[in-house]
């Protein structure tokens, strides 16, 4: 499952550079192969949190190449996604990426107050503040 994973992040990154240059349709085909393999991992190992993150940030990113393209309701559905593949592990896992990424999703859905309590919790045990102010900076679009 490893390989599996590692090749879902991989097929991310490519989606976040496609959408980093502002081709949202690529990045839309390539954050879709990421999800499929991601969501097989997840599915195979359920407590895998760096899986579940990498699986919520593809909804994320195929959220952003939507709302690039003026599609609301498919933005929408992606973010919510997201919550839900982050949310089982949430309250157990202390990974200050997951929650991170938990964070980008709160605030993603609009819901800042809670982006922010995750935010200071993160800054309270010292993660990088560039990261965390734009996040709390950011909200769905």
């Not at 990421?34 to 940030?57: H, I, Q, S, Y």
């Not at 309250?91 to 200071?120: C, G, H, I, K, S």
Request: hydrophobic share 45%; aromatic share 4%; no cysteine.
């Amino acid at each position: 499952m490893l390989r599996q994973r590692d090749l879902g992040h991989a097929r991310l990154e490519m989606a976040m550079i496609s959408l980093a240059a502002g081709q949202p349709a690529d990045a839309i085909a390539l954050v879709s192969g990421a999800a499929e393999t991601l969501r097989t991992v997840v599915g195979k190992t359920p407590r895998d949190g760096e899986a579940r993150r990498f699986l919520a940030e593809a909804y994320l990113t195929a959220g952003e190449a939507f709302t690039q393209r003026r599609e609301g309701a498919a933005a929408a559905a992606q973010r919510a996604l997201a919550r839900d593949t982050l949310q089982p592990l949430v309250a157990t896992l202390n990974d200050r990426r997951y929650q991170l990424a938990w964070a980008r999703t709160l605030a993603a859905l609009d819901r800042v107050p809670e982006a922010r309590a995750v935010v200071a919790s993160l800054r309270a045990n010292g993660y990088r503040p560039d990261t965390l102010d734009a996040v709390v900076r950011t909200g769905s679009r």
